[in-house]
């Protein structure tokens, strides 16, 4: 699968490179993630990096990553909460009101717009930690089934991988899926794997489909997302990576990695 990894890079004019569980698991560094980053510069590969995580703001994502001694750009960084602001910008025009169901450091992302938490054009719904709970739920599907409110989700994930020994954690894909059922409205769903989302970071890369490869550790939502949109789908053996899972899954990647620290190798 290495030879695969390759041969399929080999033809690869730009990444998008997972964050979360390929560079880094919570705050610690999976090893050799500078050295892949600095190969890929010397191979002139364009590359954007980006995460389903939206407990934090573009800004502190950028700190995170340069205190983990990772050489990324902040614009090199592509979030489900930039994604959606673009998507909201066009959807709604020019002065939308929103409610932000989103880590407060996250809502910094959508600054620019005007809040209304009773009748909104849109719930704007990320990651929240352990806050859910009832009177949340019945409050997003008011604003649904009375108001008219869109649901707009910044990824629908199932689960995500955690620092030892919590091992995976339930995501807001329940919540979402929850409130869909009950409001008989489908959510926009933003991050990964919605093609959408692999076709927006192409864009902002300025490449084709065929020229470009994505590396993460989820099999579906990174490998199985990005070959539905047109790209290789590498996967690395590091955060939510289980043989289990892989087997179970009809997605057969392009390529498999032990680490992101094999990168600067096959480069
Ligand atoms: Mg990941």
Known sequence: MMELARRNLAQCEGLLLDLNGVFYVDDAAIPGGRAAIERLRSRGLACRFTTNTTTSSLDTLHRKLNSLDLPIQKDEIFTPAQAAVVYIRREFGDDPALHLLLDEDTKRDFADF????????????????????????????????????????????????????????????????????????????????????????????????????????????DVGGAQRAGLKGILVKTGKYRPEMVARSAVRPDGVLESIADLAHLL
């Not at 199932?158 to 807001?172: E, F, H, N, T, V």
């Open 114 to 221: 005007r809040q209304d938490h009773t009748n909104p054009d849109a719930i704007v719904i990320g990651d929240i930690g352990d806050r859910w709970n009832y009177q949340i739920m019945q409050r997003l599907f008011e604003m649904v089934t009375t108001f008219g409110a869109r649901i707009i989700a910044l990824h629908k994930g199932r689960y995500w991988q955690a620092g030892a020994p919590s091992g995976l954690r339930l995501d807001i894909g329940a919540f979402i899926a929850g409130l869909e059922y009950a409001t008989g409205k489908p959510a926009v769903v933003i991050g990964k794997p919605e093609t959408s989302f692999f076709e927006m970071a192409r864009a902002d890369l300025k490449l084709s489909g065929e020229s470009l490869a994505m590396i993460g550790d989820d099999i579906e939502s």
